[in-house]
């Protein structure tokens, strides 16, 4: 396969389910990237005909084994395909990260793979994915916790203000300040929101 044809397959690798997606189509996503903000291809290096065996896809690959947790070459089939989805995710993240903010503008750019592998610049990413990730699970759970109110607690939303993790810790104080029993409104919304992990 030449370059001209790993270009034009690479619009088809990269909208394929994340499933489906390997160290060869996070080199071609990454070279996605950079085409779209550089509007110039990026030059493979020492190119063998086969995607899997240049550099840069190696580098996604190192890069696989470093994101992926230890013990994961030793886990089972089923559970190594969804922790793979998992890293795959992560690094296709990464990806997004390096090009739209860590490098979206200035003297300085994305100029190769190796970057991807730099320690330092693995553990920034890996503090602001973990707050993302907490922060989407936090909302996820308000979402949940909100839904089972309109459901079970309707009137909840008539005597409080309940939007934010802010607003729960709000009726916490309410309840706690007021003495409420077990059979308040308040006491079962509460009951939820400490299941949910979110007191």
Same mark, same amino acid.
């Given at each position: 396969m030449?370059?001209? %044809?790993?270009?034009?397959?690479?619009?088809?690798?990269?909208?394929?389910?994340k499933?489906?997606?390997?160290?060869?189509?996070?080199?071609?996503?990454?070279?996605?990237?950079?085409?779209? /903000?550089?509007?110039?291809?990026?030059?493979?290096?020492?190119?063998?005909?086969?995607?899997?065996?240049g550099? %840069?896809?190696?580098?996604?690959?190192?890069?696989f084994?470093?994101?992926?947790?230890?013990?994961? =070459?030793?886990?089972?089939?089923?559970?190594?395909?969804? $922790?793979?989805?998992?890293?795959?995710? /992560?690094?296709?993240?990464?990806?997004?990260?390096?090009?739209?903010?860590?490098?979206?503008?200035?003297?300085?750019?994305?100029?190769?793979?190796?970057?991807?592998?730099?320690?330092?610049?693995?553990?920034?990413?890996?503090?602001?994915?973990s707050?993302?990730?907490?922060?989407?699970?936090?909302?996820?759970? $308000?979402?949940?916790?909100? /839904?089972?109110?309109?459901?079970?607690?309707?009137?909840?939303?008539?005597?409080?203000?309940?939007?934010a993790?802010?607003? $729960? /810790?709000?009726?916490?104080?309410?309840?706690?300040?007021?003495?409420?029993?077990?059979?308040?409104? =308040?006491?079962?919304?509460?009951?939820?929101?400490?299941e949910?992990?979110?007191?």
């Amino acid at each position: 396969m030449i370059q001209e %044809e790993f270009y034009q397959k690479v619009p088809e690798w990269i909208s394929q389910d994340k499933d489906r997606w390997n160290h060869i189509t996070l080199m071609a996503y990454f070279c996605h990237k950079y085409q779209e /903000k550089h509007g110039v291809r990026f030059r493979l290096v020492r190119w063998n005909s086969d995607p899997g065996k240049g550099k %840069e896809s190696r580098d996604f690959a190192r890069l696989f084994k470093v994101l992926a947790p230890e013990g994961y =070459e030793d886990l089972l089939a089923n559970d190594k395909k969804e $922790i793979k989805k998992e890293v795959i995710l /992560k690094i296709y993240n990464y990806i997004n990260w390096m090009f739209d903010y860590k490098f979206r503008r200035g003297d300085k750019s994305v100029t190769g793979t190796q970057i991807f592998l730099l320690p330092s610049m693995i553990n920034e990413f890996e503090r602001m994915y973990s707050d993302y990730m907490i922060k989407n699970g936090q909302n996820l759970k $308000i979402n949940t916790l909100l /839904k089972w109110a309109e459901n079970n607690l309707p009137k909840i939303f008539d005597l409080h203000q309940v939007e934010a993790l802010e607003d $729960i /810790k709000m009726i916490e104080k309410y309840f706690e300040a007021y003495s409420l029993t077990d059979s308040s409104i =308040e006491y079962s919304f509460l009951k939820k929101a400490k299941e949910l992990r979110l007191l």
